[in-house]
Each structure stands twice: as C-alpha cells, then as structure tokens.
C-alpha cells in the first residue's frame, strides 16, 4: 500500500503521484505495488488535465488550422482564377503558335520547293 497524492482536475480526471512506495513495492524490482492505493491528499486543480488540456489544444489549433485552410482555400480560388486567366492566356497563345505553326511550315515547304 503506496501512498499517493491525487489531483483532481476540473475535466473531471484525475491523477495520481506517488509519494512513497510501501515495503512490497520497495523490495519488488520493478516497485509494484499489489495493495490498494493509499491517497494521502487530493489537491483540487483549476486547471484540465494535461490529456484534455493536450487535447483542447489539438482542438483549437484544429479550429486555427480550418480557420487557415479556409484562407488557403479562398486564396487558392483567387490563384485558380489567376490560373484560369494565366490557362486562357496559354490557349490563345497556343492557338496563335498552332495557327503560326502550319503557315511557318508551309512557307518553309514552299520556299524549299522553291529552292529546287
Ligand atoms: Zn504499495
Ligand atoms: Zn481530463
């Protein structure tokens, strides 16, 4: 029978600290303890447990993070459009090469069939 303290958290967990192994833990290698747990003082905590505290972390930078990738997303609408115009640009600029092309290649023909 350990002597623990407790500490109570607000989420309604609670930990425990042990304060001193008993006589069978001390002897036993790896310091078990089969007896009961002898809580010789809970301290009450204003504060969530560090589990729930982690998690109302993780929960906030979650809400940060859709918060962020709702940004991202707007931004990425904004940078589509742009790639949208910068996509159009391309086509015309294509359509214009492919149009170009043809007549290029024609004139080279022509101008080496003239040079037959
Ligand atoms: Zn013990
Ligand atoms: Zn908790």
Same mark, same amino acid.
């Given at each position: $029978? @350990?002597?623990?303290?407790?500490?109570?958290?607000? @989420?309604?967990?609670?930990?425990?600290?042990l %304060?001193s192994? *008993?006589h /069978?833990a001390?002897?036993? +290698?790896?310091?078990? *303890? /089969?007896g009961?747990?002898?809580?010789?003082?809970?301290? $009450?905590?204003?504060?969530? @447990?560090?589990? @729930? &505290? &982690?998690?109302?972390?993780?929960?906030?930078?979650a809400?940060a %993070?859709? $918060?962020? /990738?709702?940004?991202? =997303?707007?931004? =990425?609408?904004?940078?589509?459009?742009?790639?949208?115009?910068?996509?159009?640009?391309?086509? %015309?600029?294509?359509? =214009?090469?492919?149009?170009?092309? +043809?007549?290029?290649? &024609?004139q080279?023909?022509? !101008?080496? !069939? &003239?040079?037959?």
């Amino acid at each position: $029978m @350990c002597d623990w303290e407790e500490f109570q958290f607000i @989420c309604g967990h609670n930990a425990s600290r042990l %304060l001193s192994y *008993c006589h /069978f833990a001390r002897v036993d +290698p790896y310091h078990q *303890c /089969f007896g009961v747990k002898v809580i010789k003082a809970t301290h $009450m905590q204003d504060v969530a @447990c560090d589990t @729930c &505290k &982690k998690e109302m972390d993780d929960a906030a930078k979650a809400a940060a %993070l859709q $918060m962020n /990738f709702a940004d991202n =997303k707007q931004m =990425k609408d904004a940078e589509s459009q742009q790639m949208g115009f910068r996509d159009y640009k391309h086509r %015309l600029e294509v359509e =214009k090469e492919e149009k170009e092309h +043809p007549q290029k290649h &024609k004139q080279g023909h022509a !101008s080496g !069939s &003239k040079h037959h």
